[in-house]
């Protein structure tokens, strides 16, 4: 069983910055293109980034310019680094595969954005 532990979330002000980082279990990590999700209590789950399995990378186009996603495959780890904050990246964040299997979803990691 894969498992995704997503942490780096907390509050943060308006126009500030986090990095979020996924610990992704198993030998086959480096294989797999990864990607971050996010989603808003009461609406769906929405893609945000992805990363290929040779490092190539696209993003939603609400976050581009502002975020960017890495990976380290030494360490089985998914990283997500956010700039230019703003209230409507409030959500849980989540890491999975792309596409993502709906059976290995994570816990998340909650980002507040607030003054």
């Known amino acids: 069983q894969v498992q995704f532990v997503e942490s780096g979330g907390g509050l943060v002000q308006p126009g500030g910055s986090l990095r979020l980082s996924c610990a992704v279990s198993g030998s086959m990590f480096r294989f797999w293109a990864m990607g971050w999700y996010r989603q808003v209590v009461g609406t769906q789950r929405e893609w945000l980034a992805r990363i290929t399995s040779d490092g190539n990378t696209d993003y939603d186009d609400s976050v581009k310019g502002r975020f960017t996603i890495s990976r380290d495959n030494a360490k089985n780890t998914v990283y997500l680094q956010m700039n230019s904050l703003n209230p409507e990246d409030t959500a849980v964040y989540y890491c999975?595969?792309?596409?993502?299997?709906?059976?290995?979803w994570g816990q998340g990691t909650q980002v507040i954005v607030s003054s």
């Open positions: 999975n595969l792309v596409p993502p299997n709906n059976q290995w």
